[in-house]
């Protein structure tokens, strides 16, 4: 099995321009999560989606961040206009049956807004 | 509500030295513990986990022990690595949490050779 699959690893992109980030998870697993890590803030859970709905996404911080999934082999994170705050690495994971279970993590997004 | 707490770090050691990792955890009934480690520009994986008290998680030389009477999870390993090197985070799993995973803050590893 390939993993959890994140593209791009980098981006670079300037304030005010969108910014789209993809992953694909592993074959058959039915929880998908978005994650943001930074150095001030640690680890923080995004949103989480559930056989493709999402369940919980308190952890969005602003409208300006949305997340789909389409369908169970595809997610994205969008943020729209980007701000140099947002500046983090953003990790897909996935996992089989409930959030208990062992989470597979891609390997991030390292994303810089200048 | 459910919350993980670990030592800050970085924690820096030289090669072959006995670690630890302490970590404890707020959260009412029996919620599963884990262990994360994350080597340099990649994801988190699973180290260990244990599911019940007085369960020992073990993994690549890893253990750590759930104490419900100290609620803690702390890690160990008899002597360390260079290839040790990464930031490890402790988290618990649990009801109060509809059985999302909660963080530790995560503790930088480095070993000297």
């Known amino acids: 099995d390939a993993g959890v699959i994140q593209s791009p690893r980098h981006e670079v992109t300037e304030m005010g321009q969108e910014v789209t980030l993809r992953c694909k998870p592993i074959?058959?697993?039915?929880?998908l999560f978005w994650y943001r890590q930074t150095m001030m803030r640690g680890l923080e859970l995004l949103i989480y989606?559930?056989?493709?709905?999402?369940?919980?996404d308190s952890g969005m911080p602003e409208d300006r961040f949305s997340a789909k999934m389409p369908n169970a082999s595809f997610s994205t994170l969008k943020i729209q206009p980007s701000e140099p705050r947002d500046s983090a690495v953003y990790f897909c994971?996935?996992?089989?049956?409930?959030?208990?279970?062992?989470?597979?993590f891609g390997s991030g997004t390292q994303l810089s807004v200048l | 509500g459910n919350s993980v707490t670990q030592m800050e770090g970085p924690v820096t050691l030289s090669e072959e030295a006995f670690l630890t990792i302490n970590c404890t955890y707020t959260?009412?009934?029996?919620?599963?513990l884990f262990w994360y480690v994350q080597y340099p520009g990649e994801g988190l994986q699973l180290l260990l986990k244990?599911?019940?008290a007085d369960d020992k998680g073990s993994n690549k030389g890893f253990e750590a022990t759930y104490r419900k009477e100290t609620t803690s999870f702390h890690l160990e390993k008899g002597s360390v690595q260079v290839s040790d090197s990464a930031v490890y985070f402790c988290?618990?799993?649990?009801?109060?949490?509809?059985?999302?995973?909660?963080w530790g803050a995560g503790t930088k590893l480095i070993i000297k050779p």
């Open positions: 988290a618990l799993s649990g009801m109060d949490s509809n059985y999302q995973l909660i």
């Open positions: 074959s058959g697993h039915d929880y």
């Open positions: 989606f559930n056989n493709n709905v999402p369940i919980d």
């Open positions: 994971a996935s996992s089989f049956r409930t959030a208990g279970e062992k989470l597979f």
């Open positions: 959260a009412t009934g029996y919620p599963s």
């Open positions: 244990a599911t019940k």
